[in-house]
């Protein structure tokens, strides 16, 4: 779906994850936080919870953030879930390119490519 920026946190780190919303939110362009979060309906003892705290880890420090092949590769670690930033890409938004039509249409500016 072209999303530009994907991460994953847990909803038992509440620190980590209100770092990752803050940085969903301000990303130019389309992001995906996946939030590994408890059944508290159905899990009346906390053993979700209790196994998620000890699976989740955190993204390794070296992981390139612009490596779609390697962030696929972490997100698809269902054993020992790792949380933080997968993906990210700078790239003009819908509304920058919608922009860019509209001039175009009105014959000013540079002829968008979508």
Not at 84 to 98: A, H, I
Not at 101 to 109: F, L, M, W
Request: aromatic content about 8%; overall charge neutral; glycine content about 6%.
């Amino acid at each position: 779906y072209g999303t530009s920026w994907v991460g994953q946190s847990y909803a038992g780190d509440p620190r980590h994850l209100s770092q990752m919303i803050t940085q969903a939110i301000a990303h130019r362009g389309f992001s995906y936080l996946h939030i590994l979060s408890p059944c508290v309906t159905f899990d009346k003892t906390s053993k979700t919870y209790t196994n998620l705290k000890a699976q989740v880890r955190l993204l390794p420090d070296d992981h390139d953030s612009s490596d779609k092949m390697a962030a696929m590769k972490f997100a698809m670690d269902a054993d020992n879930p790792p949380i933080g930033l997968f993906y990210r890409e700078s790239r003009p938004t819908l509304s920058d390119n919608l922009d860019l039509i509209v001039e175009s249409a009105r014959g000013r500016g540079a002829r968008a490519t979508i």
